[in-house]
Structures are given as structure tokens and as C-alpha cells.
Nanobody, 124 residues
């Protein structure tokens, strides 16, 4: 049984930073790409960032490029999302997800496992 558990969400002022972490268990973590998605109230769950199994290939939604950094530690089975220069429009529930393959993608349907989500609120 795969489990993904996010942590690190919270309330922060605009311009501040947060670091999200996701701990994985139940599958060979180092084999699979990982992604972060977010869902604001009344909106669909959108792609934020993805990282390949090796960590060498990363991809970001345009609105977070230059502000967010995705990383992974295959020894600790964790994936992180460092979020800097946060904006009120970044407010959402953030979800970590495990891709079905090693490269990753922006397609939500290609992620087989999801965490429960962690709330990020950015005040103006």
C-alpha cells in the first residue's frame, strides 16, 4: 500500500516562503517520478511541478518558475517543494503525487497515488 504524507503547509504573508515535504512509503520511491499539484477553492487541481526519478529532469508551471523549486531525496524517500516569494494566488491545497513512470508529466491522470493534501494560505 503506497502512502504519501505531506507536511509543511501553513499561513504566510505575501513575499514569504514555505517548504513542503512529502514522505513516501510502500513502493520503490527511487523508480518513480513525483509531482506537486494544487487546488484552490472552486477550481480544478492543477499541475505545479514534477521531478524525474533521478532528479535530473524537472518541470514547472509557468506561474511558479523562478519562485518554486522541487527536489527529492531518494535515500529518505522524500520530495520537497521550496516556495519563495509567495503570492496570494498561490493559496490552495497542495498535493504530492507519484507518477506511474520514471519521467513524470503534467497530466493528473498519469499519477497513480496521491497524498491527503496540505493547506497553504498566503495573505496579502
Amino acid at each position: 500500500q503506497v502512502q504519501l504524507v505531506e507536511s509543511g503547509g501553513g499561513l504566510v504573508q505575501a513575499g514569504g516562503s514555505l517548504r513542503l515535504s512529502c514522505a513516501a512509503s510502500g513502493r520503490t520511491f527511487s523508480t518513480y517520478a513525483m509531482g506537486w499539484f494544487r487546488q484552490a477553492p472552486g477550481k480544478e487541481r492543477d499541475f505545479v511541478a514534477a521531478i524525474s526519478w533521478s532528479g535530473y529532469t524537472v518541470d514547472y508551471q509557468d506561474s511558479v518558475k523562478g519562485r518554486f523549486t522541487i527536489s527529492r531525496d531518494n535515500d529518505k524517500n522524500t520530495v520537497n517543494l521550496q516556495m519563495n516569494t509567495l503570492k496570494p494566488e498561490d493559496t490552495a491545497v497542495y498535493y504530492c503525487a507519484m507518477h506511474r513512470g520514471g519521467v513524470g508529466s503534467r497530466r493528473r491522470s498519469e499519477y497513480d497515488y496521491w497524498g491527503q493534501g496540505t493547506q497553504v494560505t498566503v495573505s496579502s
